[in-house]
Structure formats: structure tokens, C-alpha cells
């Protein structure tokens, strides 16, 4: 009993699972059956970007990008499609990938060798603008992020640090508003911006977005964790209100700073109902949205559409790898899912 | 030091300074979401076509939206949406941040790997499931052929999932109340709970790791079984963050549409109109031909009314099971 009292949680648990019947290994399985299923699409999306358009209608589909090739002269080797196999007579009617007459070949000189055509990545670039698109989510992600920065910290130090009539009132009209979900406002602000004369201008795709009633809550927060002791030193030093903000306060929270970067970052790239509504011309037309219209337009050439994706959340899913930690904490305090 | 108090009041009291700094993010709020939350209210009685405001008609709107059918088709559908992912999604979370949290190696592996999806956009997600739900080329129906399976059509099948079940059960007949929601439907589901798992995981692993020791201690003391432990100590301690969970994917849920847009149809609101959801709905009579923006106002109003409704009574409900 003795030892049983001081087994730790780990061995207690590995106890009450042996006995039961279910080990390790069951929960090992498990997690990997998640993993398994978590990868697959990722993985599916990849190998189908490097197919050609023949190998994707292969069936059943290959899981490695493949190509047959059967040699035309010592050590030249010719692309093949391969029209049927005759499993049979040890035949196949074969012909070359560029067009051209069909031909029997002995089904033992094809050969299947990995085959990555990455060429479809440029041609998937090529067929729409995606380079003026990334252009577009770039600048208005940037713009997004440092307009949330620069409005947050300042409402935020505001709500925390100032008293002033109706303060307590306000903070909670402002909180109010992050419960309205986007579907409400979104026809009333296309008035607005069709008003402003907005539609299809950076400006709708920005200006909107430069306050965030959230990233101000979470800094009020943490700027009233501050001490009061603080501000009492730097204003003897004669420092200014701004100054003890730009130079004490946001030093002091570059923790949350990173966590508003990371999560206005990821929420602008990845944005698709407000552009899709405030604009219908390429030359603004944000990554997603174009990524969009790219898949409505293509419907049949599935080996672009992987490509085209798999470049569209290429950017965020590096730095996922690089910064996952902050990137997971980020965006769960966020509350962010779609 | 007295005058610095003094000063500090002084200085902090001043509602004109306070307001330049509340100003630019002030701003924005007011014009970008209060005044169009306003608006939504007020052109909600209004006839408003092509951006221009035609008429006070009341609540002619409200009454439209009552007596139309596909306004209740799309509640429908969005209501057997919420039904099928919040509940499925909440179980899959919390059954893997329960097995995350056993002490297990290489935990920080799992949890990067299943909130993977939550980074990516859900318009690369979308492109990449209907690919594999393709019916005649998908991952997903060879996979069924390799297994034995018939292959489905997926994204492109109107019947509901009861009477498919049926049918393949053998039975002729079917009433068609009991269809269920439509395959197409169902296979959106599947992906929605898919893409907003790891976020579920990561915050139902954070309520668990917030569980001090000593409870599961002194259960262990008592000789409680695992069942035990995790009915008497787990849930309840754990019922905060399940509430959160449950409250947020439920708001979420209501609201889905880029992965019907984009998934589903052409014909637009997939195969019989059967994923066409509430906010699909929105969208058709606000921004389509001979759209009415008052119309869709008032569509917005009652979403938002739902979900509000929906809120409250998650947290009456649960209010009384909650172990703050």
C-alpha cells in the first residue's frame, strides 16, 4: 500500500489502464487515428497539386505522384500516358504524354517512376492574377495590423488608466458589439461603404477593421495590471502621459502585442465573407477571395486548385510550423474559428 | 506625496484628453458596427432596392419572412447543421484533450497537428473536401471501394441520410419528413467539425489542465474508478469551459456559409437547395437580382435573434449545472 500511495499520476493512470485493458497503446492509437485523419487532406492536397491532369483521373488514384515512362533509345526515357493494360498478353497500348499515335509495348518496359510536376504551381499562378492577389492581402493585412495596434493601445490605455464621466458605460457598449455576429452588420455597412463611394477600394477592405474591440479589451486588461507606482516614478521624471504609454506601458506588454499581431494576421489573410461582398474587380480583389473565384472558374483542373491552395496558405502554415505555441495561444484567447 | 494623487486625479479626470485617445478606435466602432447594427434595425422597415430606400412598409418584412417557405426550409437546414456539428464536435474535442491529458508524449506534437486546420483559410479547406468528396475521383469513395463500401455522391446528394440509411436496409419506403438533413449537408458537417476541432482541443485541454491535483487525489484516495474520476470530478470541474465551448461553437455554427459557398452547388444552395442555410438565404435576398437590402435586414435581425435567444437560454440551462 505503501508504494501505492506514492506512484505517481502517470503510473496510476498506466494501472488503472492496464487493468482495464486498455493501454498505452490504445491511447497512442487513437491519437494517431486523429493525426491520421488531421494530415490526410493536407498531405491529399500536396501529392494531387503535383499530379498531372491525366494521373488525376486515374483510378484508384495514386498516393505519390507517378508517371510511366517506357525508354525510347538507351537512356532516353519518354513520358507515357498509358491508354489500356492487358494484364493478360503482358501488353499495353501506350501513348505519348504530348499527343501523338497510340502503341503496343510489352507491359514490363513501362516503367513507373515519381513524377513531380511542379510546373503547375506556375501555371496555377499564371491562369489568374494571384500575384496582384497576395499583393492585395499583404498590403491590407499590414495596414489592418498596424491600425488595430495604434487604436487598441490607445482606447485600451484610455479604459485603464484615465477616469472620466461615462467610462464604464462606454467600455461595455464597446464590449456589446463583439457579440453581433458579422451576417447582421455586413448589408448595412455595404450601404455605408457604397455611400462612401468604398466599394472596390483598399479603404473597404481596411478601414473597417483598424479598431478591434477585442484587442482593446485585452490590452485594458493588461494595462491595468501595470502599477499605479510606476506612472507616479515617470511622471516625476517628467515624462508625459503618451510618453508613459509608448515608453513603459506597450514595452511592458509585448505579450499581448504579439498575441492582437498574430491574431488580426491570421484573421485578414484568411478573411473571405466581408471582401467577398465589398469587392468584385481583381485589382483589389484580396488572396481568398480570388483563390475563390479561381476554384468556381477552374471546377475541372483539380491539380491547379491544389496548387493554387496549397500557395494561398503556404505563408501561414510556415510560420504555424516556426511559431506554433504562440500562434495556438493567440488565437484560442481570440476565441477565432472561422 | 499628496499632490501627486492630486496631480494624478487632476490629470485623469479630464474626459477631453481621455477622448482623444478613444477617438480613432472610436470612430471605426461607430461607423463600422454601431451605426450599421442601427441601420440594420431601421431598414429592416423599409423597402430598400438598388441602395436606395423606396418606403416605410413596417413590418411587412417580418411578415414576408413568416410566410415564406424557403425562409423555414433554410432555418431547417441550419438548425439540423447546428444539431450535427456542435454536439459531434464537443464530444471528438473533449474525448482527445481527455486522452491529451494523460501525460502522454509528445503532447505539444498532437495539439500542433490537430489545430493545424485552424490556421489554414477555410476557402483552401473547402476546395481541398470537395476534391476528396468527388464522387467519381475522391479520396473518400476509393477508400469506401477499397473497403467494400458503395460509392457515395457526397456533396452532390439531395437525399437525407435517414433515407439513405433505409434504403440501404432495404426498405422501399421512406416518409419524407424523416429524411434527415441531405448527405450534402452532412458531408459540410464533416469538415466544419474537422476544420474547428483543434481549437475545441486546445481550449477543453486548458479547462482540464486548470483541474488542481489534489481532487483527483482524493478520488484516488477514495478508490474512485477512471468512470468515476471523470463523472464526478472532470465534468463538473471541467463544466466552465465546456459551456464556453459549447456557446461559441453554437454561435459559429449559425453563421456558416463559406464552406456551403463554396463546397456545395453549383446549383447554388447545393443539390435541391438542400444546404442552403440561414445566412445563404441573407445573402440571395440582399445582394441578387432585384435583391431588397431591408428585406435582408430583417432576415439579419432574426439570426440575431436567434442566436441572442439561443445564448440565454444556453446559460439559464447550464447556469445551474456550471461549477464556477
Redesign the interface.
Given at each position: 500500500m505503501e508504494a501505492t500511495a506514492r506512484m505517481t499520476?502517470?503510473e496510476?493512470?498506466a494501472a488503472?489502464?492496464a487493468r482495464?485493458g486498455f493501454g498505452r497503446a490504445g491511447?497512442?492509437g487513437?491519437?494517431w487515428i486523429?493525426?491520421i485523419?488531421?494530415?490526410?487532406?493536407?498531405f491529399?492536397?500536396i501529392t494531387?497539386s503535383l499530379k498531372s491532369p491525366i494521373e488525376?483521373?486515374e483510378?484508384?488514384?495514386t498516393w505519390v505522384p507517378t508517371g510511366h515512362f517506357v525508354e525510347a533509345s538507351a537512356g532516353t526515357w519518354e513520358e507515357v500516358y498509358v491508354v489500356t493494360r492487358d494484364a493478360a498478353a503482358g501488353t499495353a497500348v501506350v501513348r505519348s504524354v504530348e499527343g501523338g499515335p497510340s502503341y503496343t509495348v510489352e507491359e514490363s518496359l513501362v516503367v513507373d517512376r515519381l513524377r513531380l510536376r511542379f510546373r503547375n504551381y506556375a501555371e496555377a499562378w499564371r491562369q489568374a492574377p494571384f500575384a496582384r492577389y497576395y499583393f492585395n492581402t499583404i498590403l491590407v493585412t499590414i495596414f489592418v495590423v498596424a491600425g488595430v495596434l495604434?487604436?487598441?493601445s490607445?482606447?485600451a490605455?484610455?479604459?485603464a488608466?484615465?477616469?472620466?464621466?461615462g467610462?464604464d458605460n462606454?467600455f461595455v457598449?464597446?464590449l456589446s458589439?463583439m457579440?453581433?455576429?458579422?451576417?447582421?452588420?455586413?448589408?448595412?455597412?455595404?450601404?455605408?461603404l457604397?455611400k462612401l463611394g468604398w466599394i472596390n477600394t483598399y479603404q473597404a477592405l481596411i478601414?473597417?477593421w483598424?479598431?478591434h474591440?477585442f484587442s482593446?479589451f485585452l490590452l485594458r486588461q493588461h494595462f491595468k495590471t501595470i502599477p499605479?507606482d510606476l506612472?507616479?516614478a515617470a511622471?516625476?521624471d517628467g515624462c508625459s502621459?503618451f510618453g508613459f504609454l509608448w515608453r513603459v506601458m506597450l514595452p511592458l506588454s509585448k505579450a499581448v502585442l504579439v498575441a492582437v499581431v498574430i491574431f488580426t494576421i491570421?484573421g485578414t489573410?484568411?478573411s473571405?465573407?466581408w471582401p467577398l461582398?465589398m469587392t468584385d474587380t481583381p485589382d483589389v480583389r484580396p488572396l481568398?477571395v480570388g483563390?475563390?473565384r479561381f476554384?468556381q472558374e477552374q471546377g475541372t483542373s483539380?491539380e491547379l486548385?491544389?496548387a493554387a491552395?496549397?500557395f494561398?496558405?503556404a505563408p501561414?502554415?510556415v510560420a504555424?510550423?516556426f511559431a506554433?505555441?504562440q500562434?495556438?495561444q493567440s488565437?484560442?484567447t481570440s476565441?477565432?474559428?472561422? | 506625496?499628496s499632490w501627486?494623487s492630486t496631480?494624478?486625479?487632476k490629470?485623469?479626470?479630464?474626459?477631453l484628453?481621455?477622448?482623444l485617445?478613444?477617438v480613432?478606435?472610436?470612430?471605426?466602432?461607430a461607423?463600422?458596427?454601431?451605426?450599421?447594427?442601427g441601420?440594420?434595425f431601421f431598414?429592416s422597415f423599409f423597402d430598400?432596392r438598388m441602395?436606395r430606400i423606396r418606403g416605410f412598409i413596417g413590418l411587412a418584412h417580418y411578415a414576408q419572412l413568416w410566410r415564406d417557405p424557403s425562409f423555414w426550409n433554410s432555418l431547417g437546414t441550419t438548425a439540423y447543421y447546428v444539431a450535427g456539428v456542435v454536439p459531434v464536435s464537443l464530444f471528438l474535442a473533449l474525448l482527445?484533450a481527455v486522452?491529451?491529458n494523460?501525460?502522454?508524449r509528445a503532447l505539444?506534437f498532437?495539439?500542433?497537428?490537430?489545430?493545424?486546420?485552424?490556421?489554414?483559410?477555410?476557402?483552401?479547406?473547402s476546395?481541398?473536401?470537395?476534391?476528396?468528396f468527388?464522387p467519381?475521383?475522391g479520396?473518400l469513395n476509393?477508400a469506401f471501394?477499397?473497403l467494400g463500401g458503395s460509392a457515395l455522391l457526397w456533396l452532390e446528394e439531395p437525399r437525407g441520410v435517414f433515407e439513405l440509411v433505409a434504403s440501404a436496409a432495404g426498405w422501399e419506403w421512406w416518409p419524407d419528413g424523416l429524411a434527415g438533413p441531405s448527405l450534402a449537408l452532412v458531408a459540410v458537417m464533416i469538415v466544419s467539425v474537422?476544420?474547428?476541432i483543434?481549437?475545441n482541443i486546445?481550449?477543453f485541454l486548458?479547462g482540464l489542465q486548470n483541474i488542481p491535483?489534489q481532487y483527483?487525489e482524493a478520488a484516488?484516495i477514495d478508490g474512485a474508478s477512471?468512470m468515476q474520476v471523470f463523472w464526478k470530478v472532470t465534468w463538473p470541474l471541467l463544466s466552465p469551459t465546456t459551456f464556453y465551448v459549447l456557446l461559441?461553437?453554437t454561435?459559429?455554427s449559425?453563421?456558416?456559409?463559406?464552406q456551403i459557398?463554396?463546397m456545395t452547388g453549383p446549383p447554388v444552395g447545393g443539390p435541391m437547395g438542400t444546404t442552403k442555410v440561414i445566412?445563404y438565404y441573407?445573402?440571395e435576398r440582399?445582394?441578387d437580382a432585384g435583391g431588397n437590402?431591408g428585406f435582408?435586414?430583417a432576415v439579419?435581425?432574426v439570426?440575431?435573434a436567434i442566436?441572442?435567444t439561443l445564448?440565454l437560454i444556453q446559460r439559464r440551462i447550464v447556469e445551474r449545472r456550471v461549477y464556477y
Open positions: 499520476d502517470h496510476l493512470a488503472y489502464r482495464r491511447l497512442y487513437a491519437l486523429g493525426v485523419v488531421m494530415v490526410v487532406p493536407f491529399w492536397m494531387t488525376i483521373l483510378f484508384p488514384p495604434v487604436t487598441s490607445l482606447a490605455y484610455a479604459f488608466r484615465m477616469r472620466f464621466w467610462r462606454l457598449l464597446f458589439m457579440m453581433v455576429p458579422q451576417p447582421v452588420y455586413i448589408v448595412p455597412s455595404y450601404i455605408i457604397v478601414v473597417p483598424i479598431a474591440v482593446i499605479n506612472y507616479d511622471i516625476i502621459r491570421v489573410w484568411n473571405f465573407l461582398v481568398q483563390l475563390a476554384s483539380h486548385m491544389m491552395a496549397t494561398s496558405i501561414l502554415v504555424y510550423f506554433q505555441k500562434i495556438i488565437l484560442a476565441g477565432m474559428k472561422s | 506625496m501627486i496631480l494624478r486625479r490629470k485623469f479626470m479630464d474626459p484628453t481621455a477622448a485617445y478613444i480613432p478606435a472610436g470612430i471605426i466602432v461607423v463600422f458596427r454601431m451605426l450599421p447594427i441601420s440594420a431598414l430598400v441602395g482527445a486522452l491529451l494523460k501525460k502522454i505539444g498532437y495539439r500542433t497537428v490537430y489545430f493545424l486546420p485552424v490556421v489554414t483559410s477555410l476557402v483552401a479547406v476546395m481541398v473536401w470537395k476534391w476528396i468527388h467519381r475521383l479520396l476509393y471501394d477499397r474537422w476544420r474547428g483543434g481549437y486546445v481550449i486548458a491535483d483527483y484516488r477512471p461559441s461553437t454561435i459559429v449559425f453563421q456558416v456559409f463559406t459557398y463554396l445566412v441573407l445573402f440582399g445582394f437590402m435582408a435586414s439579419a435581425l439570426l440575431f442566436i441572442l445564448t
